[in-house]
């Protein structure tokens, strides 16, 4: 499938929405039916550790949920509570005793972390085949070399790259993509995702000259920049396919009063009228990052039992 570009001077066909919530219920089903044979035939449950560090009310809501959802799909899942003020040698220890838990197939530490923690040495920690965020350097190395078959897709590209194929076909041969952000997180793994599916990529950031320019150019355009609907209609390609990975809570006036907002990276009330199909926030690229999560627990379940992923 390809894009139909709406051509200039016509009048502009509302874009397709895409329902993050609806794909993301569709894969948990599937890796709540997968489950459940690992565990017929195999006796494996995957299992599913979260340390948490501190009292972050965000963080507390997200480990909550992601909870939820292991919990949903039957796998096991264990949570670590840990003070805010642990010493970070406490924390490696409890790391190596669930790297070396055969119950345990996929390992979270919830971020941010308090000051005095070395994120990087803490994520770092984990072993690569538990590493089920997909952010240990061994992973990123797989990734960027193209191979991903026991390594861990992070999870926030991985769902986005599903939405687009869900669009354009696996294929994005002769496409154009621009990423905006280049974060570790989504950005450089967002890239390499597209690279692999033959798109052409560019990468654009704060010291990109003419970036509406640039972003006018792509078929697709993934928003992962952090600055609340930067990304205008005019700045967008009739027809491209839009994922705003963007989360940002902003004050708006609603009926004479100032409430509190979510918001992406894109204009959606613009881009909606532009783009041949857009993702929203919230409800776009958020629910898949939790579900590919679990995704990538399950496969590391099956890898630890020696099964194709």
């Known amino acids: 499938m390809r894009l139909a570009f709406t051509p200039q001077g016509t009048t502009p066909m509302t874009a397709k929405r895409i329902d993050g919530k609806a794909k993301a219920e569709q894969l948990a089903e599937s890796i709540t039916a997968q489950t459940a044979t690992l565990v017929a035939e195999h006796g494996i449950k995957p299992g599913l550790a979260v340390v ?8 507390q809501v997200y480990v909550r949920t992601k909870t939820r959802r ?3 799909c039957g796998f096991h899942s264990v949570q670590h509570s840990l003070p805010e003020d642990v010493a970070q040698d ?11 838990d055969d119950a345990i197939h996929g ?3 919830q971020l941010p972390l308090p000051e005095h923690l070395d994120e990087q040495t803490i994520t770092q920690s ?14 990123i190395g797989k990734l960027t070399a193209g191979h991903t078959e026991d390594a861990f897709v992070p999870c926030t590209p991985a769902g986005c790259i599903l939405r687009i194929e869900d669009e354009l076909g696996p294929d994005f041969s002769g496409l154009s993509a621009v990423v905006v952000g280049r974060s570790n997180i989504v950005g450089k793994p967002m890239a390499a995702l597209l690279l692999q599916r033959h798109a052409t990529v560019t990468v654009c950031h704060s010291r990109t000259p003419d970036l509406p320019g640039v ?5 697709i355009v993934i928003a992962a920049v952090g600055r609340p609907d930067m990304i205008k209609g005019d700045w967008l390609k009739p027809g491209a396919v839009v994922i705003d990975v963007g989360i ?6 609603v009926d004479g ?8 990276d894109v204009h959606y009330d613009e881009a909606i009228e532009v783009a041949g199909a857009v993702t929203p926030v919230p409800g776009g690229v958020g629910p898949m990052t939790i579900t590919m999560l679990m995704f990538n627990t399950l496969r590391s379940a099956r890898l630890s039992a020696g099964l194709e992923a």
């Open 52 to 59: 948490i560090i501190g009292e972050d009310p965000a963080s």
């Open 90 to 100: 406490d924390v490696l220890r409890l790391i190596d005793e669930i790297n070396n």
């Open 70 to 72: 292991a919990e949903a």
């Open 126 to 139: 984990i072993s690569p085949a538990k590493h089920v965020d997909g952010f240990h350097f061994v992973n």
């Open 257 to 264: 009063e100032m409430k509190s907002k979510l918001t992406g």
């Open 107 to 109: 390992i979270l530490v």
């Open 215 to 219: 972003v006018r150019g792509a078929d």
């Open 248 to 253: 940002n809570r902003v004050e708006k006036e």
